[in-house]
């Protein structure tokens, strides 16, 4: 732990102050800075990030996980069949397994992941990031241990929509389970302001839904009708009836993705 009560905030570098400490890793004592500006929550300068992915890339006690992935899985189609979505990324797919769901709905979507390597649609990465309809970055940014600089580089890509998940800090104490701290994976949590001031820094809009998912997109892109039908296609009994209408049609991208690597 440093004894600094202030540091300089990783996203809008407005002076943040000293709100808390915390054990890490159950070893490492790590002061928690909250910034006036932004309203966002930030670990110090994380020191301890190798030790932390060391043997992998998931948070061992985040037992919802696979569960997730699957709710995911019935947003991103939604989305991506109400935008008519012709390619979309899954950025920080961790093992590509949300890309491989999407790809067997014949959604046309690839990986990348720097950390790791998606072994479920590992015939699908890509470096390339031009002319993406969709980017999706689910349980990323809380991760990002230089977030300026790492959403500058998503935005710069210029896709017409950014889609995220992350539970959005909203003052909350030392206790928040979000904190993750037996994992030290999760270093940045991220307020609705600072959300907003991200989409203005690159000129989208930013559409909230729930307390976790956060829609970015050109202006123009999508239209006021087609936010509130995603407002009610992202309710939670409907996005049930979703989940069933998955599990009942057939995955026809399997066998169109093993036709595309048998010529």
Avoid at 68 to 89: D, P, Q, Y
């Amino acid at each position: 732990m440093n004894n600094n009560k202030s540091l300089n905030c990783r996203l809008c570098k407005e002076e943040a102050n000293l709100v808390f400490n915390k054990k890490i890793l159950n070893k490492f004592l790590v002061n928690y800075y909250k910034c006036p500006k932004c309203e966002s929550l930030q670990t110090e300068k994380p020191y301890w990030l190798d030790e932390a992915y060391s043997k992998s890339n998931l948070c061992e006690d985040d037992l919802g996980a696979a569960y997730r992935t699957l709710r995911n899985h019935e947003k991103v189609f939604i989305l991506s069949k109400i935008l008519k979505v012709n390619k979309g990324l899954d950025w920080g797919s961790g093992d590509g397994l949300l890309c491989r769901l999407l790809r067997d709905y014949e959604l046309n979507f690839f990986s990348s992941d720097k950390y790791s390597l998606p072994k479920y649609s590992s015939k699908f990465l890509i470096s390339d990031f031009n002319n993406l309809d969709l980017i999706v970055s689910l349980e990323v940014f809380e991760h990002m241990s230089e977030p300026n600089s790492e959403i500058d580089f998503l935005f710069k890509q210029k896709p017409n929509s950014i889609f995220i998940s992350t539970l959005f800090y909203n003052n909350n104490e030392k206790n928040w389970h979000y904190l993750h701290p037996d994992s030290g994976m999760h270093i940045f949590f991220y307020s609705k302001k600072s959300l907003k001031m991200i989409a203005k820094k690159y000129d989208y809009n930013v559409c909230f839904f729930d307390n976790q998912y956060a829609l970015f997109y050109k202006e123009g892109y999508i239209s006021n009708i087609k936010l509130k039908i995603l407002k009610l296609f992202f309710n939670k009994y409907v996005t049930k009836l979703i989940r069933i209408y998955l599990t009942i049609i057939p995955a026809k991208g399997i066998e169109k993705d093993k036709k595309y690597f048998s010529k």
